[in-house]
C-alpha cells in the first residue's frame, strides 16, 4: 500500500526518537538536534515550492515567525496545548501560504521572491509593534513543569519535532509520486504550457504555498517552548530564509531525500561551528557552501550522485 | 454542413494602443480542416492566443461545442478538447518524452492508462524509439512532433497547430502534413496556421485570411489563391 509505507515510517522514526530519549541524557543533543531537524521541516516545505514548483520563497521567516506568534497568542490567551499551537500554528501560516499563492497570478521569477521578501518585513513590524504579543521587548514562555513519558521537557520537543520532521517528508513523498507532482513540474518547467494543456495551475500553485506555508508554521509554532524568550529579531532570522533555500539547493531540489540531506549536512555542520568557533560563523557557511554547489554542482549532492551512476558503463 | 464547433464572434484585442484584433468572427465546424494564413504581426498567433485562453479578448464572444467559453481558464478549454500547440516548442524540459505525454493524458484527458496511450500516440508520430530522452536531446522536427503529440494526448475536438511545419524541410513537412492529415482522418477538426502555402492549400478546405487584424476574406483555396485582396496584403500593392 502506497499510504501505509510513509505512515510506517513516520511511527517507526517517532518511536526510535522516544526510545533515544530513554538513552541519551545529556540535553544538549536534543537541543542541537531539535535545531537540525527544524531546518528539515522548513528546507522540505520551501522545496515544495521552490523545488517542485518553481517558485522561489524569501519568506520562510514570515511563515515560521507566524506559526511561533499564533502559538504565543494561544499560549498566552488559552495556555493552550502544544499540539493545539502545531494545529493552529500550520493553518495561519497556511492561510497566509494560499495568500503568497493568488501573488503568483501576477507576478514570477524574481518578483515573486522580492514579494516573499517584503512580506517577511511588513510582518516582523507588525508583530514589532504589536504589545499583546511582547512587541519589540520579546515574552517569556513558560513550558509546563511536566510532560507524561519524558523526564525532559527539551526530550520531548525533541520527538515533536521528529513527528514534524517526517510527516513533511512523507507529504514531499506523497507529493513526487503522485498526479500532483507531474503537475507542478510541468508548470516549473513551462507554466503557460502546462495550463493549455488541462494542468489547473493556479489550483496548483495554491495548494502548494498553502502547504508550504503551512508546514512552515508548524515548525515554529514550538519555538516559543523552544526558545523559552521568543522576540522578533529571532523568529524572523534571515538565517531561516537563506538556509531553508540553501539546504535543498545543496541536498538536491528534485527529491523529497534532497532537503532532508542538505539539512542534515548543513545544519549539523553550523551546530557544530557554533559550538567549536563562533555562531556568527554560520551564515558565512552557508554562503561559501552555497556559491561552491551552485558552480560546482547545480543539481545538489543526488545530483551529483546520479550522475556518476549513469557515467558507470551499466 | 456538419454541426458548428467554434464561433468566433467579433474578437477584438488591443495591446496598449496596438490594435491587434478588429471583430475578427470565424466559424469552424466538426471535423473540419481550417487554415489561417495573413502576414507577419497580422494577428493569427494573438487570434489563437485568445481561442486558447491565454489572452483575454477586449470585445466579442467565443463559443465552442455550444457553451459561451469566453471567460474561461485555459485548462477548463483543454478539457472541453479545444486544444493548441505553441509556435515556439514548450516541452516540458526535465522530462521525458514519455513524461511529457503524461501531464495532458493525466490532467486533460484523464486517461487511467495514460502509459499504454503514451506509447501508442508515440507509435504513431513515430516518436516512440525517443521516448526515453529528453527534449534538449531531439532535433527541431522530433521537437515539433513532441508539441503535436502532447496536444493530440489532451484528446482534442478541435487542434489549433500554430506554425508546426516552419524552419522544416521539405521532406519533414509533408511527414507533418500526413500526421495532420491521420488526425483529422480520426475526427479531430484541425486549424492550421501556417506560412507555408503549399502546406496550407493542400491541407485545408477552407482558408480565411487575417490582415492588421482584420479577417480580409475567407474561402476555398482556390478563391483565396485569385483573391485581390490577399494578394495585395501579401505583396503590398
Redesign the interface.
Known sequence: MRVLRPLAAVVAAVLLAYLLTTVVHNRYYYFAAYVVLQYVVLATAWNILGGYTGYVNFGTAAFFALGAYTAVVLLKTWKAALLVMVVAGGAVAGLLGLGIGYLTLRLKGVYFSIATLALAVVLQTLIMNWDYVGGATGYYAIRPRTVPLFDDYVAFLFVVMVLLAALSLSVAWAIEHSRLGRGLAAIRDNEEAAECLGVPTLRLKLLATTLSGALMGMAGAPFPYFITYIEPASAFNLDYAVNSLAMPMIGGTASWLGPLVGAVLLGTAQQVATVTISSELNLLIVGVVLVAFVILAPEGLLGLVRRRQQRRPA | MSEVLLEVQQVTKRFGGFQALSEVSLTIHAGERFGLIGPNGSGKTTLINCI???LRPDAGRIRFRGLDITAW???RR??LGL??T?QIP??????TVL?NL???L????GHADAGAQAWRLLEQLRLADKAHLRPAELTQIDLRKLELA??V??RPVLLMADEVMAGLSSGEVDEVLAILFALNAQGIAIVMIEHIMRAVMRFSERIAVLDAGVRIAEGTPEEIASNRDVEAAYLGV
Open positions: 486558447s485562453g491565454v481558464p485555459a485548462h483543454t478539457r486544444v493548441r505553441f514548450r516541452p516540458f524540459m526535465s522530462m513524461q503524461a501531464v495532458p493525466e490532467y486533460a484527458a502532447r496536444a494526448a489532451a
